[in-house]
Every structure is written in C-alpha cells, then in structure tokens.
C-alpha cells in the first residue's frame, strides 16, 4: 500500500514552460486535493474532486488546471508557469465514509526562474 | 468570513507540557482536525474533534468547545522529536461545499529544547 504518491518531487521551469503535476492513490479514496504551501500563508486549497470526472475550484485556482479521469489520479496542470508559482505543492486524498482523515503525499518543489 | 487564529510560534522545554489553541469562525461546523508537519515533510493527522470535550491519544489530546469556537492540542511530556508545525483546520458547513473541504490555520512552529 503505497498510499499518495505524487511525481515529480522536485522540478525547476521557466516562465512560461508548461508542466503536469501527478498524484497517485491506491486506497480507493473519492476526494482528492490539491494544495500549495508557501512561507507565511499555510496550505491554500487550488482546487479538488469529489469523484471520478469532476473537479471543483478552491481559494487559489488561477493559473492551473487539474483533471480527475481517473479515480485513483489526480493532475494538476501549470500552462505558462510564473514565478509566483513557485511553492511546494501537496496533494491529499481522503474517504468519503471516515471522518475526514485527509492523506497527504510527499509534496512536489517547484521552481520557477 | 471564515477564519482560523492559532499563535505563529512556541517553544517549550523537553519533558514538559504545552498547550497550542486554535479559535475559529466559520460558516457552518462539522469536525477541527489538528496535524503535524515537520519541515519538509508532508502533514500527518493527529486528531479529529466534533464532540465537544477532550479526545486524548497517548501523549498527544485535544478539546473542543464549539459554543467558544476553540480548541486546544496539549502535548504532554515532549520529546525533541515535537519540534514541528502544528497546523489546526475545521470542517464548515455543508453551504458552498464547505463540508467537503477543509479551513486552514497557517500552523503554529513549536521548538522544544533541552
């Protein structure tokens, strides 16, 4: 059981360079999100699913995209990248039967110059 | 608005007691979580409160008022390895789609020396 998993863990772009963030969960789980992580501002929700083929906006959704085609993937997509996108970005995943325990994966470092 | 208050920083001497609080409004209540978050590292859950009272797990228990809108983590005989980010969030109502999703605090860094 290998739990959330998320690729890359590290990644350095260019502004205006284009990536896709992957989150990987093998517990079955409906909900999944999507967060960011920056000094002085706590986890800021980007966006989240609460199932197969649906998605929903959080409190900082501008500039990414996210895709849930899968139940157990959850992408997040960066089109032109900025610098003010530079964060450690968290994905999380959770049951929809339990009491809200929500899983988080390692996290991916980006960067962008 | 929705907002979470928890103190940005603590520290604490090793083999003691500290208490971390969180205050919350929010629109609607259905669950405070609190988690741990050690540098670079993921967060990890510690404890889930909807009852009013106090959950108690090993070293670690938390209290739950929701008529004060309050809540404490009392950590008990610290360890080094303690030192982290203690980060507090709740569970609004289900207006918005605000059950489905979870209010943060921006975490409080608690150091424990020796």
């Known amino acids: 059981n290998a739990g959330v998993t998320q690729t890359p863990k590290f990644r350095v772009l260019k502004t205006g360079q284009s990536m896709t963030l992957l989150c990987a969960q093998d517990?079955?789980?409906?909900?999944m999100y999507w967060y960011r992580q920056d000094p002085g501002m706590g986890l800021r929700l980007i966006h989240y699913?609460?199932?197969?083929?649906?998605?929903a906006k959080g409190e900082v959704p501008d500039g990414y995209n996210v895709s849930r085609l899968k139940k157990q993937n959850f992408l997040l997509g960066l089109e032109s990248a900025a610098p003010s996108q530079t964060s450690v970005y968290f994905c999380?995943?959770?049951?929809?039967?339990?009491?809200?325990?929500?899983?988080f994966g390692p996290g991916t470092r980006l960067t962008v110059t | 608005g929705q907002n979470i208050d928890q103190p940005t920083e603590m520290t604490a001497t090793e083999g003691a007691i500290v208490q971390i609080n969180c205050t919350y409004q929010?629109?609607?209540?259905?669950?405070l979580f609190w988690y741990q978050q050690h540098a670079g590292e993921a967060p990890t859950f510690l404890s889930y409160?909807?009852l009013d009272g106090l959950e108690e797990k090993g070293r670690f228990s938390s209290f739950l008022s929701r008529s004060k809108g309050y809540s404490y983590l009392l950590l008990k005989e610290l360890q080094m390895k303690d030192s982290a980010s203690y980060l507090c969030?709740?569970?609004?109502?289900?207006?918005?789609?605000?059950?489905?999703?979870?209010?943060w605090g921006l975490g409080t860094s608690l150091a424990v020396n020796p």
């Open positions: 999380a995943s959770r049951d929809l039967d339990r009491n809200d325990e929500q899983y």
């Open positions: 929010t629109s609607g209540f259905n669950g």
């Open positions: 409160n909807v």
């Open positions: 969030a709740v569970r609004g109502g289900a207006n918005a789609g605000n059950n489905r999703k979870l209010i």
């Open positions: 517990m079955n789980h409906e909900y």
């Open positions: 699913s609460v199932g197969e083929g649906t998605t």
